[in-house]
Nanobody, 124 residues
Framework: QVQLVESGGGVVQAGASLRLSCAAS????????MAWFRRAPGQDREFLAA????????NYASSVKGRFTISRDNAKNTAFLQMNSMKPEDTAVFYC?????????????????WGQGTQVTVSS
């Protein structure tokens, strides 16, 4: 069973960049598809991006495609979310998630493991 810990959240101004990290432990990291979701106040969890076990394939939500980039370093058991040109509407709690298997799923119920989340606030 894998444990996930996010870091890198904070307060930034609109237009800035931020990189989130997700450290995994307790499992065979290379066996998991990784993804990022976020939850804004009063809203449902929103899929952002997923990356395959090898890192060779990715899937993005249309709302962030071109601004956000997901990546992973299997040697360091870490996943990343690079966020550029940030907007106030990006303000949310960001979650790193994992699932066994190869499908780059985009629904929260398809992921078995969740981190505790990290707050990102974008000021205008």
């Amino acid at each position: 069973q894998v444990q996930l810990v996010e870091s890198g959240g904070g307060v930034v101004q609109a237009g800035a960049s931020l990189r989130l990290s997700c450290a995994a432990s307790g499992g065979l990291y290379g066996a998991y598809t990784m993804a990022w979701f976020r939850r804004a106040p009063g809203q449902d969890r929103e899929f952002l991006a997923a990356i395959s076990r090898s890192g060779g394939s990715t899937n993005y939500a249309s709302s962030v495609k071109g601004r956000f980039t997901i990546s992973r370093d299997n040697a360091k058991n870490t996943a990343f979310l690079q966020m550029n040109s940030m907007k106030p509407e990006d303000t949310a709690v960001f979650y790193c998630v994992a699932r066994r298997g190869a499908i780059l799923a985009n629904k929260p119920d398809e992921y078995d493991y969740w981190g505790q989340g990290t707050q990102v606030t974008v000021s205008s």
